[in-house]
């Protein structure tokens, strides 16, 4: 039973080229949420998707960036036209469905280490 | 900023010793949770306390809750040089979100 899968675990991309970040969740889980960590800082929070759906992208750039999690297959954290900014390890987590606000509990992925040229 | 602040940010301890870490949050919460990050891995969940609890124990660790003072604290008895590592404390603001403070590095001398 797999936990949460990312790939790939390094990427290296020059600037203005796009990065393509996946993320497969944990067996029977259906939430997937990514996050975004800077060295010696903690976590934020990017975006967070059901199945089709994005259910809060509150903490997403509003240009360059964007996510999916389609009926088939990983979750995708797309970075178009990258930038030196963007160099950071990006975590995604899955849980499965609650009914308590706040009560899931998240299983991360090792994470993908961007590094832009 | 950040819904959640750890303090103290970084701590250095011998081994044996206990290690406290402390949360302090903005707003009201159903829960709070830990989490413990060794270098370069991702995050692993350590404990859950419910809004309604006061205090909770998982093995070698001990979680308070003070929802008057909006602050949690995180004890590690009896530490070991594996306990070296980053630890965040998260809340939901609302909904299934997650939001985590900016962690405590601590570290364990053997």
């Known amino acids: 039973n797999a936990g949460v899968m990312q790939n790939p675990r390094h990427l290296v991309r020059r600037r203005g080229q796009e990065a393509r970040l996946r993320c497969s969740p944990m067996k029977g889980h259906s939430h997937v949420y990514w996050y975004r960590q800077l060295p010696e800082e903690g976590l934020k929070f990017m975006v967070y998707l059901q199945k089709e759906n994005i259910i809060d992208e509150s903490g997403m750039p509003k240009e360059r960036f964007s996510a999916e999690f389609p009926k088939e297959g990983p979750s995708i954290l797309r970075i178009q036209q990258v930038v030196r900014g963007d160099s950071a390890a990006y975590f995604c987590?899955?849980?499965?469905?609650?009914?308590?606000?706040?009560?899931?509990?998240?299983?991360f992925g090792a994470g993908s280490r961007l590094t832009v040229l | 900023s950040q819904q959640g602040e750890e303090d103290p940010q970084a701590l250095s301890i011998q081994e044996g010793e206990n290690a406290t870490m402390n949360c302090s949050y903005k707003?009201?919460?159903?829960?709070l949770q830990w989490y413990r990050q060794n270098s370069g891995r991702g995050l692993v969940h350590l404990i859950l306390?419910?809004?309604?609890?006061r205090e909770k124990h998982s093995g070698r660790l001990r979680v308070t809750l003070d929802t008057s003072k909006k602050s949690s604290s995180l004890l590690i008895t009896a530490s070991r040089a594996a306990d070296t590592a980053s630890y965040f404390c998260a809340t939901a603001i609302y909904g299934n979100k997650l939001v985590f403070g900016a962690g405590t590095i601590l570290r364990v001398k053997s």
């Open positions: 707003t009201s919460i159903n829960n």
């Open positions: 987590a899955s849980s499965e469905v609650t009914r308590a606000a706040g009560a899931n509990v998240l299983i």
């Open positions: 306390i419910r809004s309604n609890e």
